[in-house]
């Protein structure tokens, strides 16, 4: 075991290694979070910050030695940089489970050849293969970049040859993909965690709704059938056993109108669909992140409340200025996250609500009606 008052590693600085360095200094634990900015979300609240990039191999085993144990909070890191930090100390999750969840490809492959259920999809070389795909899969189609995609990122959907070839001109040399497009009712999503010895845990099946490609809102428990609940679990821990992971895999996955689940993607960290377990588990992703990566027995995941919601807010609330904090502060069973983020962009997330509630649709109602409370009018906004 890794035990509290060791050095935990993070590999990014985003909100999720925010988030991660509350629950690991609530058990005593330092964090130490490396990228290539200062200032970060991460960097605000870590005990150091140390400022490399991703693909500077001397910069990274230098962090590697000043550390006990390291892992990451998005995907985005050449499996190069983690095969060199895993000669020096343990890197979990490790580098298969990354070199195949940043790369479309890579994951669509991995999925098909492990029979796993997913969308069919084409690898993309050449616009006569994009045209093929059209042909093959039918319409639309979505075309993706292979890497480097996030929050609806990175696409475009396809329903011509006209349209072909624009979005070909658009992603040039870029490897992509091209997806049939899924008829489908929900999306949901499992997070996993998978200790050193082999112990699984999970929250459930979280009900997950978008905006425009973004997620918007979160509910726990979902309202599908037990037997879809069960699959997605028993398709996510057969992954994370798959892969040899060690800490946390968020799987989602379409539900398609007539009820089956087909895996969409893989995140093997934290996930945004996750957050409402800080308020709302026994053990949150967070903490659970951090008791598989250190070696420690997994916490118990229960709801300990009936239903819960995590409603995010993005940089669009700030549109018309700083939103009213006070209108949410003042409800007991609204919780309030905030990232640290100076600048408010649209579409950029500054931070989420939680809301706990008696069952998951009331939660998720008390959690878009706090959200809006923010930015309604008020007289001295007049």
């Known amino acids: 075991m890794i035990l509290p008052g060791s050095t935990i590693g993070v590999m990014g600085s985003g909100q999720l290694g925010r988030m991660f360095t509350h629950a690991a200094h609530h058990l005593g634990y330092r964090v130490r979070t490396f990228s290539p900015e200062s200032n970060t979300p991460t960097g605000q609240v870590a005990d150091g910050e140390v400022v490399g990039f991703y693909d500077d191999l001397e910069a990274i085993e230098s962090f590697a030695k000043s550390v006990d144990v390291m892992t990451f909070e998005f995907e985005n890191i050449p499996a190069r940089s983690v095969e060199c930090a895993s000669a020096i100390v343990p890197v979990r999750p490790g580098a298969k489970a990354l070199h195949i969840s940043q790369h479309r490809d890579r994951e669509k492959t991995f999925l098909s050849q492990q029979g796993y259920p997913t969308t069919a999809y084409r690898r993309i070389n050449s616009f006569e293969g994009l045209k093929n795909a059209l042909s093959e899969l039918g319409t639309p189609i979505i075309l993706k970049t292979a890497g480097m995609g996030y929050d609806g990122k990175g696409q475009m959907r396809i329903e011509n040859e006209d349209q072909a070839l624009k979005a070909y001109a658009t992603f040039g040399s870029t490897e992509t993909i091209a997806e049939a497009w899924v008829d489908f009712s929900t999306e949901v999503s499992v997070i996993g965690a998978r200790g050193v010895n082999g112990e699984f845990a999970h929250w459930g099946l979280f009900e997950n709704h978008h905006v425009k490609h973004v997620l918007d809102i979160s509910i726990a428990p979902s309202s599908f059938p ?15 056993t798959d892969l040899d992971m060690v800490g946390l895999l968020c799987v989602e996955f379409f539900v398609t109108k007539s009820g089956k689940l087909l895996v969409n993607e893989l995140a093997p960290r934290p996930h945004n669909s996750g957050h409402l377990t800080i308020d709302a588990c026994k053990t949150s992703q967070f903490e659970q992140q951090l008791r598989a990566i250190c070696g420690l027995p997994l916490g118990e995941t229960q709801l300990i409340v009936p239903g819960a919601a995590m ?23 609204i919780k309030l996250h905030r990232y640290g983020k100076k600048e408010a962009r649209p579409g950029r997330k500054m931070g989420h609500l939680t809301a706990l509630g008696k069952s998951g649709p009331e939660a998720a109602q008390m959690a878009r009606t706090a959200r809006d409370q923010l930015v309604a009018t008020s007289p001295a906004r007049r």
């Open 226 to 240: 037990k037997e879809i609940s069960e699959q997605a679990i028993e398709i996510t821990r057969q992954l994370m």
């Open 311 to 333: 409603a995010n807010l993005l940089g669009d609330l700030w549109a018309n200025g700083e939103p009213q904090w006070d209108r949410v502060a003042t409800l007991p069973k």
